[in-house]
Structures are given as structure tokens and as C-alpha cells.
């Protein structure tokens, strides 16, 4: 706020609204400031803004500095253009930040897509064993959504974070036929894009919290899969290690998604974030009440949530723990019926079901009973049997897609710098 009120009067002087000594002086007493904040929200409570006790406190620092200059503190501005360029601030820095820890987290998921694109595993369809994938593509399915969300993320972060700045009614009619010329200074000494009074038009800040909370889901069908793989039963995945990461209070034999469960309790949290800044859409006429006074708000724990499960998961995919070891084991476990698909293909449908009926019957592979059945060997030869119980038999277009995800992900990255 105080990097705004500065900003407006050097903009200001220099257009010759106010004399450049007493802009200098808000300059000078802004940049050293300092506010108590207990006071000021209490006041705030009061009056319904920030502002305007920001303001007065502002204005009682350069009275003691220049009393001549303390008129000009504010000048031509309303409450809403300095707090919602604060938020714009705020956020910029924020934002940038929260780019950063999603191209991390993406770049994790390439590198798990290529170094794994052989390691087979079992996909899981409504929560049940499917057939054989490699481990490299779901982490290329994982990372395909963050290649499409970080450029719109950009894009609305961007969008969201501009000067505000309308004066009273919207119009700044305080500076009369200067009016156009502070605008474009004060925009360019506070690095701020340029829009059109916004006081009554939130939509920049809805798209913003919808992209935040899309990222934050994204993450978190991530951090649902991780958990789900590290269970005992299963033991394919495991978060990283660490001192104090993921024990139990009363169990020390325990290993929990402690990370995983900072990005599923975050994505609890955002939708409800989200649809609150859609809500806040319908201000009356020039500048509402009650919508945008509970946008700043808002917005931080949206942005809080998104960083917090982006970071967690950066984390987890960082130092993932993968046991190729158990994605094998588990694959056998199932006594070939996994490749019913590929088997069926070949076959029939029927011939596969009735196969997989005995298999499952007899407590045997289904590979071996394929082998011993006379119509199964009619269709596939001896020779070629054992082929279409190798999980790369079951891959299909995996490898091609996961190539294609991660030129995806190149691009996305770069367009997004």
C-alpha cells in the first residue's frame, strides 16, 4: 500500500499535479514507513477498509516531515485502487513463486516418465487391477495435466495482477485531462499491466482462483495415487524419507503419506475457495459492497493451498522411492489374468473368459492353461504364448504418449518463463 502511495505522487509530479518537493517527501517517509498493524485492523473494523486508516496514519507521518506535503498524500485516488494494487503486488510476487514450485514439480515428473518408461506396473481401474502399464507412463498421465495448467496458470496470474486505479467514481476525474498520463507512469513505476477501472469487474480474480484451484487438484490426484501405492498391501511407491516425516504418534512401525496428505487436505479446501470468487462476480453498479472487501482474503488461502500441495508434491516426486521390484511381484501375483485383454485380442473373447475361469478355478497361471488347451493353441502358437504374457505385449501406444506429454511439458515450461 505504501509502494502504491508513493508511486502515485512521483507519478503525479511528474505529470504537474503535485509539486515534485512534496512528492519527494511521500516518497521518502513511504519507503521507511512503518504501521501498527493491531491498530490499524482495529480501526479498519471500524470504517469497512484498510484504507482508510492506512491513509490517515500515512498522511500524520508526512505531516511531521512536510505539512504542506500531507495534503497530497492519496490524492486523487480512492480506497479500493490501493488496496486492490496491494493485492495485485502481493500476489505478483506470490504468484511468481508458485510458478516456480509447479515447473519443479513438472520437471520431477518428466524425469520419472523417462527414467521409468520400462518399468512395468498394473494400472488400476475403479480401484481394482488392470492390465500391465509402465511406470513412466503414469508418471507422464500425471504430468500431461500440469503440461496444460501452467500456461493458463501464467496467463491468469497475469491477468490478475494489474493496476487498479479508477479514483472516486472510476473515472479519475480528479486529474482531468491528466488523468491518462498518471495512469500510464504509475503503471509503469509499479511494473503493473494496465486495465480499465476494475473496481466493479472481478472477473480477473475469479479466472485466477479457478486456475489456483485446478493446479491444486491436479497436484492431488498425483498425492491420491502416491498414497494408494504406498499402502503395505501394495508397497510399489514411498514418499521420501526423512527425519520427522510421516511416523505415527502411537505406532512406530508406521509410514504415512505425510505429503500426500498435504496436498489431498489442500485440495479439500479450494474448491469451496474457488466458487466464493465466483460468487463475488455480481458487484452493484461502480463498486460493490461485501464482494471484492472479501477477495483478498480469499485469494490467500487460495494461493496458500495451491503452494502448499505444489511444494509437498515437488517434494514426493523429487525423492520418489520406486520398488520395481513389488510393480513386478504384484503383476505376478495375479496369475496372468491381467493379460486378458492382449489374450482375448488374439483369441477370443469367449475362449478368454472361459481360460481365465479355469485359471482362476485351478489356482493356476493363465499362461499355463492357455498353453494346455487345444483351441488356444490352434489360434496362438506354442512359440508365441509366452509373448502375450510379457507386459510390454499389453503397452500399446504408452511409450509414443509419454514422448508426446513431455515435448508437451518442454513447451508448456518455456512458454510459461
Known sequence: MARFEA????????CGIVPTAHAQAIAQVCAKASFDAKALASSARQAGTLAIPFVKALTQ?????????????????TSQDVLDTAVALCHRAAGKRLLELTRGLGDAAAELAQRHGATPMLARTLLQPAGPVPFGWKAAMWLAPLARTLPRLRAAHDDACVLQFGGASGTLSAFGAR??????????????????????ARDGFARYGAELAILTGVTAKIAGDVALLMQAEVGELSEPAGAGRGGSSSMPHKRNPALSMLALEAARRVPGL???????????????????????????????????????????????????????????????????????LRTSRALAERLIEQAVGEKRHLRDVARADAEATGLVKPADMDGLFEPAASYGAAPGMTQDVLSDWVKARESAL
Not at 507521518?61 to 485516488?77: I, L, N, T
Not at 488523468?179 to 504509475?186: K, Q, S, V
Request: proline share 2%.
Open 61 to 77: 507521518k508526512v505531516a511531521a516531515v512536510s505539512p504542506d506535503a500531507a495534503r497530497y498524500v492519496h490524492f486523487g485516488a
Open 7 to 14: 508511486a502515485l505522487a512521483q507519478a503525479s509530479a511528474d
Open 274 to 344: 474457488a466458487a466464493t470468487l465466483l460468487n463475488q462476480l455480481q458487484a452493484e453498479h461502480e463498486r460493490g459492497v461485501g464482494q471484492w472487501q472479501s477477495q483478498w482474503l480469499t485469494l490467500r488461502e487460495l494461493v496458500g493451498a495451491a503452494a502448499s500441495a505444489v511444494a509437498a508434491m515437488h517434494d514426493v516426486l523429487a525423492g520418489l522411492e520406486v520398488n520395481a521390484q513389488a510393480m513386478r511381484a504384484n503383476i505376478e501375483r495375479m496369475q496372468g489374468v491381467v493379460f486378458s485383454e492382449v489374450l482375448a
Open 179 to 200: 488523468a491518462g498520463d498518471i495512469f500510464a507512469r504509475l503503471a509503469r513505476e509499479l511494473q503493473l499491466a494496465r486495465r480499465p477501472t476494475w473496481h466493479s
